[in-house]
């Protein structure tokens, strides 16, 4: 039987002929490409972390340097470290980050370099037209800013997306998340920021500016128990330990009445 190439019938198979091979095209490239597609994300995330760090490394250079920098990959519960289960690497923070802060899986990674200790913070937020990210790294004082990163995904080119660049991003540097020992946040302000706790948000990207601000403050917050454990931890160890010593002149009375006796 002869199809004839003018006819509906025709027209309706070869179509259909075409969806299905150019879907099976597709599945088969996404099949075999989304094995170097996670090593992509995965080398992006560890660039990221490296960066909050104030270092500037390309994706390679951080596959390469971030197993000796990052000495500890934490998972905190209501603040307390997990053992077992998924690692700290693995956590989908835009999944925590619908539950209560009580019941999020955070996770937490212990730098070393330039011969200190830095504690790096994840972040996910909301952006003006979808999600933003990035990393906070405090120094060992679970305080001070050393640096941070930020990221996103549509935000408006020269507004909203300026917030992935320096001329934000450096101002977070010696900036501090706590106040008199209570947890504070950095606020993003509409250009006038003054002090220890403020930064100024992106000319003519205020909402993307308020989910900054609103980021920091609900994705920080969850980790200030911790904070104050370890900081308690470090502070027993500084204080030091008062050796009983007999006075001198205590030692003098004590040979005088030998002597009488």
């Given at each position: 039987m002869k199809l004839d190439v003018n006819s509906n019938g025709y027209t309706f198979i070869f179509?259909?002929?075409?969806?299905?091979?150019?879907?099976?095209?597709?599945?088969?490239?996404?099949?075999?490409?989304?094995?170097?597609?996670?090593?992509?994300?995965?080398?992006?995330?560890?660039?990221?972390?490296?960066?909050?760090l104030g270092m500037t490394?390309?994706?390679?250079?951080?596959?390469?340097?971030?197993?000796?920098?990052?000495?500890?990959?934490?998972?905190?519960?209501?603040?307390?470290?997990?053992?077992?289960?998924v690692g700290a690497f693995e956590i989908d923070m835009a999944e925590e980050l619908k539950k209560g802060v009580s019941e999020r899986n955070l996770p937490l990674y212990v730098a070393s370099f330039e011969g200190t200790t830095s504690y790096i913070v994840p972040l996910r937020g909301k952006g003006l037209w979808g999600p933003?990210?990035?990393?906070?790294?405090?120094?060992?004082?679970?305080?001070?800013?050393?640096?941070?990163?930020?990221?996103?995904?549509?935000e408006t080119p020269g507004l909203g997306a300026e917030i992935s660049t320096p001329i934000f991003q450096d101002?977070?540097?010696?900036k501090r998340i706590m106040e008199d020992g209570k947890f504070v946040s950095?606020?993003?302000?509409?250009?006038?920021?003054?002090?220890?706790?403020?930064?100024?948000?992106?000319?003519g990207g205020t909402i993307t500016s308020v989910g900054v601000d609103d980021m920091l403050k609900d994705c920080l917050k969850g980790y200030t128990s911790y904070f104050d454990l370890k900081k308690g931890?470090?502070?027993?160890?500084?204080?030091?330990?008062?050796?009983?010593?007999?006075?001198?002149?205590?030692?003098?009375?004590?040979?005088?009445?030998?002597?009488?006796?």
């Open positions: 179509a259909a002929v075409l969806v299905i091979l150019v879907a099976a095209m597709l599945s088969i490239a996404a099949t075999s490409l989304k094995t170097k597609q996670d090593m992509n994300v995965e080398m992006e995330k560890k660039q990221n972390i490296l960066m909050s490394v390309t994706r390679d250079e951080a596959e390469e340097l971030y197993g000796s920098i990052i000495q500890e990959e934490i998972v905190l519960l209501n603040g307390v470290p997990q053992e077992g289960g933003i990210w990035g990393y906070v790294a405090l120094e060992a004082d679970l305080s001070t800013v050393k640096g941070a990163t930020f990221g996103h995904k549509t101002q977070f540097a010696q950095i606020e993003v302000r509409k250009g006038d920021a003054n002090g220890d706790h403020q930064v100024n948000g992106i000319s931890e470090q502070k027993a160890v500084e204080e030091p330990v008062l050796e009983e010593t007999i006075p001198q002149d205590s030692t003098s009375v004590v040979d005088e009445k030998l002597a009488i006796l």
